[in-house]
């Protein structure tokens, strides 16, 4: 367990280095730290499997931000492989404002690479969630 803190504790701080590279207007560079911290992630996830939630939600958080980071800059496709992954670990998730988002931002991806059923889907899913969210509402009107 120690070595596991250990890990995440390095997370942690790669994560702090890429929250400052994006307020400071460096999405490459902060995309480039999440990555790293998604992948020091995954090689603690074969060694630590028994933390396998604590690992999953940490990750779909660094997902999100790297979907984020993406999005600001309208990489659509990036964007929805990273919403995809924190939708993919769902099941782990607590905070339903994460699944949200991942929701959002990827149906939004998907209506401006013209796949709107696929954004309807998504954006349908966010009504259901959050019932007066007003972004959905407009994305599946323009759908």
Do not use: W
């Not at 997370?11 to 400052?20: G, S």
């Not at 307020?23 to 074969?46: C, F, H, Q, T, V």
């Not at 630590?48 to 997902?63: N, P, R, S, T, W």
């Amino acid at each position: 367990q120690l070595k596991f803190e250990k890990i995440m504790i390095k997370v942690e701080v790669v994560k702090e280095k890429a929250k400052v590279k994006f307020k400071k207007g460096a999405d490459a560079d902060s995309i480039k730290l999440y990555k790293n911290a998604a992948e020091i992630l995954e090689i603690a996830y074969e060694d630590f499997g028994v933390f396998k939630k604590e690992i999953a939600q940490l990750e779909a958080a660094i997902f999100g931000n790297i979907a984020f980071c993406y999005g600001k800059d309208q990489h659509d496709r990036n964007q929805i492989e990273y919403c995809t992954k924190v939708l993919e670990r769902s099941l782990y998730i607590e905070d339903v404002n994460m699944l949200i988002k991942a929701y959002l931002r990827r149906g939004l991806a998907y209506e401006s690479t013209e796949k709107y059923k696929a954004a309807i889907n998504d954006l349908t899913r966010v009504r259901e969630l959050q019932p007066m969210n007003k972004q959905a509402q407009q994305g599946i009107q323009r759908c």
